[in-house]
């Protein structure tokens, strides 16, 4: 793409990929791309974004943005994380239409016109689905065909591949996401807060060739606390103190039920309390409680200060190359 497209589709893409050790992969990556994408559409730029990556990938990302303006590279200076990394990416990305893959070759750039398509048509989000997938069937596919069942289960949005990185967005769509933690996984549930809707098509899926796998089994823990969070989000996020003041009344209410229940053997039987595992009971749950409605009015002094603008970025970036300044100037 040394030239200006001329494509068919009047649309600027951008396609979003987040490199952490994938030197090998890189180049390969890049021409299977340009394949896919060359003379489609008006313009294209494909962000890089390298994650601190110690071996030689920001190297080889820098030869090709000297080959071809299209490549920009975010070089951050230390590894944030691929949720963190594809939210960079959205950051600085120009499209109307934006695109995310992986960099490991296993997502295939020739699926990137037909999910583009699908944007185009109105969806603001189109997700991939790695139907015939090619990984491991007990430490991959089962672990991931359970998670994709509890996560549909909790976020009432039903997709197959909840993991696939392949998907596509309109720019309002990305302009106004916040990732982090392994939150990137998550976004057609997140979108789905602002009223968001999204789409699922089959994509082709690829052994990995070059480099390792980033993903293990010690990921899962990491996955189930940010869905934890993401519930809480979606369903508490402008009203905290409903579910910790709830969980506070509950266990107060239970406190004086005890405590009435004390009294009267107390006072009206005579019988001793001292020595009697309820009345410990009932100065824990009071505890508790009142623990937990303050922790809730925490959390709503915690949320204005959030919805009234903290816009702080959780990565910090070494170099921007490729980009133009009042690309770099007016973004966060």
């Known amino acids: 793409m040394n030239k200006e497209n001329q494509g068919s589709e009047d649309i600027f893409l951008s396609i979003v990929i987040p490199i952490y050790n994938e030197q ?7 021409s299977e791309i340009i ?14 974004i390298d994650d601190g990556s110690p071996d030689g990938s920001l ?18 200076r230390k590894n944030f994380g691929q949720s963190t990394a594809i939210s960079a990416g959205f950051d600085y990305c120009n499209g109307d239409v934006v695109v995310t893959l992986d960099g490991d070759m296993q997502n295939d750039p020739a699926d990137i016109p037909t999910v583009v398509k699908k944007v185009i048509e109105g969806n603001d ?7 015939n997938r090619k990984d491991k069937f007990l430490t991959r596919r089962i672990p991931s065909f359970l998670g994709n069942k509890l996560i549909s289960f909790i976020t009432k949005v039903k997709l197959h591949d909840y993991g ?21 996984r998550y976004i057609p549930a997140i979108a789905s807060k602002m009223g968001i809707t999204s789409v699922e098509i089959p994509v082709n899926h690829r052994e990995r060739k070059f480099g390792r796998s980033k993903y293990g089994l010690g990921r899962t823990f990491r996955v189930v606390l940010d869905l934890i969070s993401l519930k809480f989000l979606l369903s508490f996020s402008h009203r905290p103190l409903q579910i910790f003041g709830g969980l ?15 009294t009267y053997i107390k006072y009206f039987k005579g019988e001793a309390i001292a020595d009697r595992p309820l009345l410990f009971f009932t100065v824990l749950t009071l505890f508790l409680g009142f623990q937990l409605i303050t922790l809730g009015l925490i959390a709503e002094m915690l949320t204005r200060i959030y919805h009234e603008g903290l816009n702080k970025n959780v990565y910090t970036i070494r170099e921007f190359i490729g980009f133009a300044d009042e690309d770099i100037n007016d973004r966060p």
């Open 248 to 262: 506070g009344i509950i266990m107060m209410l239970c406190g004086f039920i005890t405590g009435a229940y004390l």
């Open 59 to 76: 190297q080889k990302l820098k030869a090709l943005n000297k080959k071809d303006r299209h490549v920009k590279i975010i070089s951050f």
């Open 125 to 131: 989000i189109v997700n991939g689905w790695r139907k």
């Open 24 to 30: 090998e992969n890189i180049n390969p990556l890049y």
């Open 164 to 184: 696939c990185t392949l998907r596509g967005f309109k720019r309002e769509v990305v302009k106004n996401l916040t990732l982090y933690g392994e939150m990137h």
């Open 35 to 48: 394949a896919a994408v060359e003379g489609k559409y008006r313009d294209v730029e494909i962000i890089f």
